[in-house]
T-cell receptor, first 118, second 116 residues
């Protein structure tokens, strides 16, 4: 398996523009997570999905952020309009469903999308 | 609510010396604990985990971690550090009880620098 695939790896945009980050989770994984990493705040969970359904979006900073998972193999994180304070590395991660005797528990991360908003 | 604390932002150690990166946790119920490593401009890579059983867990690249329930700690260790171990290390906890949130909660990270 190719692992979690994120695109783009780097994005530079101007304030006010729309940004769309994409993620392809590992096939067969039931959970998908979006994290944001900054120097100031470390790793923050933005939102996560279970079987394509958003479960907890309490970490999404504000209404400018939205995330979708139209099917089991694709998710997007959209920022509209973007602001300089959104500059960060955004990580997507996936994990299989937890099973009491055989669950692994760990998340598998993509390489991240580095966003710079000027 | 679950949480993880990494009390040291930075750990420096000489190559060949043993290293320890500290982590304490807080979670209701049994903890599921993880260590991840992040090299520059890369995603997080899984190192090891504690689910149940032996308190000493062995992982990738010669790393191990000791689960201590009474001290609610899960320190990462390696007997002999390599320069290539220099990276950012994250401790994490996941609550997998039925009905729980299921997300992985990360500590703030510890930058390990191994000096030649």
């Amino acid at each position: 398996d190719a692992g979690v695939i994120q695109s783009p790896r780097h994005e530079v945009t101007e304030m006010g523009q729309e940004v769309t980050l994409r993620c392809k989770p590992i096939s067969g994984h039931d959970y998908l997570f979006w994290y944001r990493q900054t120097m100031m705040r470390g790793l923050e969970l933005l939102i996560y999905f279970n079987n394509n359904v958003p479960i907890d979006d309490s970490g999404m900073p504000e209404d400018r952020f939205s995330a979708k998972m139209p099917n089991a193999s694709f998710s997007t994180l959209k920022i509209q309009p973007s602001e300089p304070r959104d500059s960060a590395v955004y990580f997507c991660a996936s994990s299989p469903v937890w099973r009491e005797r055989s669950g692994t528990g760990e998340l598998f991360f993509g390489e991240g999308s580095r966003l710079t908003v000027l | 609510a679950q949480s993880v604390a990494q009390p040291e932002d930075q750990v420096n150690v000489a190559e060949g010396n043993p290293l320890t990166v500290k982590c304490t946790y807080s979670v209701s119920g049994n903890p599921y604990l993880f260590w991840y490593v992040q090299y520059p401009n890369r995603g997080l890579q899984f190192l090891l985990k504690y689910i149940t059983g032996d308190n000493l867990v062995k992982g990738s690249y010669g790393f191990e971690a000791e689960f201590n329930k009474s001290q609610t700690s899960f320190h990462l260790k390696k007997p002999s550090a390599l320069v290539s171990d220099s990276a950012l290390y994250f401790c994490a906890v996941r609550d997998i009880r039925p009905g729980s949130a299921r997300q992985l909660t990360f500590g703030s990270g510890t930058q390990l620098t191994v000096l030649p």
